[in-house]
């Protein structure tokens, strides 16, 4: 897949099977529609394009400071895991598109031009029933269809009905991971949630009572990071190496109070320096919630019986 940020960059085709929007997450709604496109970009013998946008809209259209509901906005996928989404799914072109004060205010009519014609040459446009584009939302599929022949594209829209047979969406997704149901999240998905983050050091606790964790920080502080509790998850190293794991998401309630939040993982079956590097892990199921125990020795028992609980869930014991 060739990636192009930015569109003055973009090579000029003339027979592109298009579609747009945010896709974060890359959801099996998504691949409804991404699907559709390259189905079409194989009939047509086109290449297949995805416009997309960064950073994301809401962070640029934001409401002002004074706005009583602050923005709350978590991303299922950073930049790059929607890249490597895309690519994996078979799209040719991926165009991401600065967004920008100055873009939002591009009327439908701009939008169609400049973007779709002028920049890309559309040949024919695949969008989700709900798509709308264009300054305050103005363009949508009706507007389209009355000028698709005086731009010189078709336009083919996903019904409502297709999409909503798999009764998915990025909200219903980051709901169940913030109330830690990442098995329905995994399924609206398509595929197990990941995080990837750098390894830093923490307070080394873990090590005392031989569970020694990698303390990860994500760059990307937009990314949603799933409810409190402990998790079976694969991990995947920079070596590319892959090892069963738990993962623990809290603040460590029984060996202090107010700490920060962390997210930690247990590698079962690993022993090296991961200090300093990206490690990945995919959530496979979600074991129990965040607990305060009695002491270290209590806290040390039960994580015997997380691991084995893990094992189970990822290797089947």
């Not at 809401?58 to 929607?82: G, I, K, M, N, W």
């Not at 363009?139 to 078709?154: I, K, M, S, V």
């Not at 998401?249 to 690993?270: C, K």
């Not at 995919?282 to 806290?299: H, I, N, P, Y």
Request: proline fraction near 5%; glycine fraction near 8%.
């Amino acid at each position: 897949m060739q990636v192009v940020r930015d569109p003055a960059q973009f090579p000029h085709l003339t027979n592109a099977v298009v579609t747009s929007g945010t896709f974060d997450g890359v959801h099996v709604g998504h691949q409804k529609i991404l699907s559709r496109l390259l189905e079409e970009a194989q009939l047509s013998n086109g290449p297949s394009v995805v416009i997309t946008y960064w950073p994301h809209p809401r962070l640029v259209l934001a409401p002002p400071v004074a706005h009583p509901q602050p923005l709350d906005l978590h991303l299922l996928s950073t930049l790059e895991e929607r890249i490597e989404r895309l690519a994996d799914f078979g799209v040719d072109y991926l165009l991401i598109v600065p967004f920008t004060r100055e873009f939002s205010e591009l009327t439908s009519e701009q939008y169609i031009q400049q973007l779709l014609v002028d920049t890309v040459g559309t040949r024919k446009l695949v969008i989700g029933y709900d798509h709308r584009f264009g300054k305050n939302r103005e363009g949508g599929f009706e507007y389209l269809q009355q000028n698709a022949g005086r731009y010189g594209f078709e336009v083919e829209e996903i019904s409502r009905e297709d999409i909503d047979a798999v009764a998915v969406s990025s909200t219903r997704i980051r709901r169940a991971l913030e109330n830690g149901d990442v098995s329905t999240a995994n399924r609206y998905l398509g595929y197990d949630y990941t995080f990837t983050g750098t390894v830093v050091r923490g307070q080394q606790l873990g090590r005392t009572i031989g569970f020694p964790t990698a303390n990860m920080h994500c760059e990307e502080p937009l990314k949603l990071v799933p409810a409190r509790g402990v998790y079976a998850v694969m991990a995947t190293t920079a070596a590319v190496t892959v090892h069963p794991a738990m993962l623990n998401i809290g603040v460590r309630p029984t060996v202090g109070g107010n700490l920060a939040q962390t997210v930690e993982a247990h590698l079962l079956d690993f022993d090296g320096d991961l200090y300093d590097q990206l490690l990945t892990v995919k959530f496979v199921a979600r074991l129990r919630d965040e607990q305060k125990f009695s002491g270290l020795d209590a806290l040390k028992a039960q994580l015997f019986l997380d691991a084995e609980a893990a094992r189970n869930h990822l290797i089947g014991g």
